[in-house]
C-alpha cells in the first residue's frame, strides 16, 4: 500500500464516458456465457468458492450497515451494484439477502441469461449490459458496489476502480475480488487452474494483468475509498473447499468504505 491522499471521486459526467471493457475479454465471455449455472461447467469454480465470497459480502454488509443477518431479508432498504456479474451468481443470494440489486456486464448475452434464470427462480434482480462508466454518467450510486474478479479483466485498472468508487454512497461499502501478480499466483492460478486441472478454458487469465493488493488499494482511495479489510482466500485441496485467511499470495478479498 501507498500514502498516497485520497483523491476526491469523479464527478458523474454528461459526456459519453470511455469504456473500461476489453473487446478479446468480452468475446471470451460471451463464448462461455451459457454454462453460467452449470456447477459442473466452465464456471465450476465459481460455484464451487461462492459461499465463500457471498459469506465474505454479507459480514462486511451487516457490520457496515448494523444488520442482524439472522433476520429474512437483513438488507432491505439498500441498494447493491454488482459490476461484472456474469451470469447473476452474486446477483440472486444478495437480493434474496433484500438488497435491490442491480447487475451490469459488458457482455449482452451475459446478462440476458441472467435475467432469464433470475425470473425462472423468481428473484428480483435488475440486469443491464451496461459498464459503471455509463452508470456514471447517469448519476447512480449504490450502498455496497461489488467488483469481483473483474479488475484483472480490464483496460485501465486505476480508471476502473475510480469509476467503482465514485458509485458508493458516501457511507457505503465496496467489496472487490481478484488474484495476486506473484509467481505462486502464476503457478496455481493459471498453470495449474488451466493447463493442469483444467479448471478453467485455457487463456483465461493472463497473469501479467493480475493486480497486487498495493496496487488494488491505491486505486480504490484514489477514488474515494478507505480500505478497511484485505484477505485472502485459499483452497484446501484435500477439503475441496475455499477459506478466508491471512494469505493473500493468489486470490484475496478487500472491502472498502466511503466516508459519510
Not at 42 to 51: D, I, Q
Not at 202 to 216: A, C, Q, Y
Request: net charge negative; glycine share 10%; with cysteine.
Amino acid at each position: 500500500m501507498t500514502d498516497a491522499a485520497p483523491a476526491p471521486a469523479p464527478a458523474p459526467s454528461t459526456s459519453a464516458p470511455a469504456s473500461s471493457a476489453v473487446e478479446a475479454e468480452l468475446a471470451k465471455f460471451a463464448a462461455m456465457a451459457d454454462t453460467w449455472w452449470d456447477p459442473e461447467g466452465l464456471f465450476k469454480p465459481l460455484h464451487v468458492f461462492n459461499p465463500t465470497r457471498l459469506a465474505y459480502i454479507r459480514d462486511h454488509a451487516a457490520a457496515r450497515f448494523g444488520r442482524d443477518v439472522t433476520g429474512r431479508q437483513p438488507f432491505a432498504g439498500l441498494r447493491l451494484l454488482d459490476i461484472g456479474c456474469g451470469g447473476g451468481l452474486l446477483c440472486e443470494p444478495m437480493a434474496r439477502l433484500g438488497f435491490e440489486v442491480t447487475g451490469i456486464d459488458a457482455t449482452e448475452k451475459n446478462t440476458k441469461i441472467a435475467a432469464v434464470h433470475a425470473e425462472s427462480s423468481g428473484v428480483d434482480v435488475t440486469y443491464r449490459c451496461a459498464t459503471p462508466e455509463a452508470l456514471l454518467g447517469e448519476g447512480k450510486m449504490y450502498d455496497v458496489v461489488l467488483t469481483m474478479e473483474v479488475v484483472e479483466h480490464v483496460a485501465d485498472v486505476d480508471a476502473f476502480l475510480a469509476s467503482c468508487g465514485a458509485l458508493v454512497k458516501p457511507g457505503g461499502l465496496l467489496i472487490g475480488a481478484t488474484l495476486n501478480r506473484t509467481v505462486k499466483a502464476l503457478a496455481l492460478a493459471k498453470f495449474g487452474a488451466e493447463y493442469v486441472l483444467r479448471w478453467l478454458p485455457k487463456g483465461t487469465h493472463d497473469w501479467k494483468k493480475f493486480v497486487k493488493p498495493s496496487e488494488f488499494a491505491a486505486g480504490l482511495r484514489a477514488g474515494g475509498l478507505t480500505v478497511d479489510d484485505l484477505s485472502g482466500m485459499t483452497f484446501n485441496p484435500l477439503a475441496g473447499t475455499w477459506s478466508i485467511t491471512r494469505d493473500l499470495d493468489v486470490n484475496y478479498l478487500v472491502a472498502a468504505h466511503k466516508a459519510a
